[in-house]
């Protein structure tokens, strides 16, 4: 079975592939307008979400299929304390493909492991986020015609922005990209992107905490929300939550041709004021969204009988993953799966949190 639960899950070809498709619908989206009829997916959402999951419905509307689901958690059977692994495999009886966003790392990948439909990945915690991903690629494609060589600045929450981490994986993929950090100290990149994304593909890469340092530099900036949800602690929240916002003073100092991105909501981390300057990019994200998951979900059901690679990681009883975020703290009897990674360390299969 196909599925979409990061973006290594696609190759630089297929993802090119969706890239041109998605050109193709834009230009005539009639040639699409009955492709999946009579097919349904399920948006199964177990956390907020406004874009994503109209997206993905309005998406499969357009493609003349159908569309079931919840949009939280507490209206389906997890309330009653029903598996992830469990409800993939009740879904899988109604639904022809399931978009899945869920608070714990791994939930996608542990549904697509139980499920007999195309799991599409919309969000597993602060992990990954591969179809926002796409719309991130579209958006820089479309403007800039090529990744690259590219400068990219991703500004805010890089910790728990999981848009971020499946950006950075995707982009390690082309050539002479470089890719500048700004956060707060609290608020670093994880070391699993850092170390088996930007240090395992010897990408050149920057760390600051100033934006007004490195806004000049940048092709593309990237910003992004701090994840209140995430945060264990209010008060770091509320410390930290105004840590960067972009307004047209600091965008004096970029190049005229930068575009600027966010996965949105945005919260205060960029001046509406922004909105009118042509290189204010995001709404148009929205759209590139749509027409991103349009393609994927006709690539994914057009291939859904294609086997996907087993994973190489290791069973090891004698180690446990400790990350409050990750699906092995609730799924019962999941094996203890890990994977060594480029620095030695064994990471857990799920979240990719170290031992
Ligand atoms: C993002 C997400 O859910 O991770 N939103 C989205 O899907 N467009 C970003 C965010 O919530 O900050």
């Given at each position: 079975m196909r599925s979409l639960i990061?973006?290594?899950?696609?190759s630089v070809e297929e993802v090119n592939g969706l890239l041109d498709t998605a050109d193709d619908i834009i230009a005539n989206p009639a040639k699409y307008?009955?492709?999946?009829?009579g097919k349904k997916i399920a948006t199964l959402f177990f956390e907020p979400s406004t874009r994503t999951r109209l997206s993905f419905e309005a998406a499969m509307i357009e493609l003349g299929g159908n569309v079931l689901g919840f949009?939280?958690?507490?209206?389906?059977s997890s309330s009653k304390g029903e598996s992830v692994a469990d409800t993939a495999r009740v879904v899988s009886c109604y639904a022809d493909i399931i978009a899945m966003r869920h608070p714990l790392a791994g939930s996608a990948y542990v549904a697509s492991k139980n499920a007999s439909i195309p799991v599409i990945n919309a969000g597993d915690g602060s992990h990954s986020h591969p179809t926002q991903t796409l719309a991130d690629l579209c958006t820089i494609r479309r403007h800039?015609?090529?990744?690259?060589g590219l400068t990219v600045g991703f500004c805010g929450d890089?910790?728990?922005g999981r848009t971020v981490h499946s950006l950075i994986q995707a982009l390690?993929?082309?050539?002479?990209i470089k890719i500048v950090l700004i956060s707060p100290k609290e608020l670093k990149l994880p070391e699993y992107v850092k170390y088996e994304t930007i240090k395992a593909n010897g990408m050149e890469y920057y760390e600051t905490e100033s934006m007004t340092e490195v806004i000049?530099?940048?092709d593309v900036l990237y910003m992004t929300r701090?994840?209140?949800?995430?945060?264990?602690?209010e008060e770091e929240y509320l410390r930290l939550k105004d840590s960067y916002v972009l307004d047209m003073a600091k965008m004096?100092?970029?190049?005229?041709?930068l575009i600027v991105l966010h996965p949105?909501?945005?919260?205060?981390?960029?001046?509406?004021?922004?909105?009118?300057?042509?290189?204010?990019?995001y709404f148009e994200q929205v759209l590139n969204a749509k027409y991103m998951r349009m393609a994927l979900i006709l690539k994914l059901l057009a291939e859904k009988d294609t086997e996907m690679p087993e994973t190489d990681a290791e069973y090891r009883e004698d180690l446990t993953c400790d990350?409050?975020?990750?699906i092995v703290t609730t799924e019962?009897?999941?094996?203890?799966l890990f994977r060594k990674g480029a620095d030695g360390k064994y990471r857990c299969l799920y979240c990719e949190h170290r031992d």
């Amino acid at each position: 079975m196909r599925s979409l639960i990061d973006i290594f899950d696609l190759s630089v070809e297929e993802v090119n592939g969706l890239l041109d498709t998605a050109d193709d619908i834009i230009a005539n989206p009639a040639k699409y307008s009955t492709a999946c009829h009579g097919k349904k997916i399920a948006t199964l959402f177990f956390e907020p979400s406004t874009r994503t999951r109209l997206s993905f419905e309005a998406a499969m509307i357009e493609l003349g299929g159908n569309v079931l689901g919840f949009e939280a958690g507490g209206n389906s059977s997890s309330s009653k304390g029903e598996s992830v692994a469990d409800t993939a495999r009740v879904v899988s009886c109604y639904a022809d493909i399931i978009a899945m966003r869920h608070p714990l790392a791994g939930s996608a990948y542990v549904a697509s492991k139980n499920a007999s439909i195309p799991v599409i990945n919309a969000g597993d915690g602060s992990h990954s986020h591969p179809t926002q991903t796409l719309a991130d690629l579209c958006t820089i494609r479309r403007h800039k015609g090529k990744f690259d060589g590219l400068t990219v600045g991703f500004c805010g929450d890089l910790k728990y922005g999981r848009t971020v981490h499946s950006l950075i994986q995707a982009l390690s993929r082309y050539t002479g990209i470089k890719i500048v950090l700004i956060s707060p100290k609290e608020l670093k990149l994880p070391e699993y992107v850092k170390y088996e994304t930007i240090k395992a593909n010897g990408m050149e890469y920057y760390e600051t905490e100033s934006m007004t340092e490195v806004i000049g530099d940048l092709d593309v900036l990237y910003m992004t929300r701090i994840q209140h949800e995430r945060f264990a602690s209010e008060e770091e929240y509320l410390r930290l939550k105004d840590s960067y916002v972009l307004d047209m003073a600091k965008m004096e100092g970029a190049k005229s041709d930068l575009i600027v991105l966010h996965p949105l909501p945005r919260v205060n981390e960029i001046s509406t004021a922004v909105d009118k300057d042509p290189r204010a990019c995001y709404f148009e994200q929205v759209l590139n969204a749509k027409y991103m998951r349009m393609a994927l979900i006709l690539k994914l059901l057009a291939e859904k009988d294609t086997e996907m690679p087993e994973t190489d990681a290791e069973y090891r009883e004698d180690l446990t993953c400790d990350n409050k975020g990750c699906i092995v703290t609730t799924e019962q009897e999941l094996p203890h799966l890990f994977r060594k990674g480029a620095d030695g360390k064994y990471r857990c299969l799920y979240c990719e949190h170290r031992d």
